[in-house]
């Protein structure tokens, strides 16, 4: 398993501990980036996500940006054991 789908257990099926919801603050966004999921940000409002690439700072990014919008995989808010 690669490391966002092991340390998050999303298998598309919501089950583990985390579940998929809409948009909003507080939650995290998980991408798929070269056909894996692999890249998770932490949503700032409905739109605006921050995450850190390597080699480079923080950043805060649109959910409709054309480099992001088009890699959304889901909205997850941590729901416990």
Do not use: C
């Not at 998050?8 to 909003?24: A, C, L, S, T």
């Not at 603050?25 to 999921?37: D, H, Q």
């Not at 923080?58 to 409709?64: D, F, G, K, Q, R």
């Amino acid at each position: 398993l690669d490391l966002v789908s092991n340390v998050f257990d999303i298998n598309m099926n919501n089950e583990g501990k985390y579940k998929q919801v809409e948009p909003r603050a507080n939650t995290l966004i998980v991408f798929r980036v070269m056909g894996k999921i692999q890249h998770i940000g932490f949503m700032v409002s409905d739109n605006k996500f921050l995450h850190i690439m390597e080699g480079t700072r923080v950043t805060l990014e649109s959910i409709y940006s054309p480099v992001w919008a088009k890699r959304i995989v889901g909205y997850y808010e941590y729901i416990g054991k």
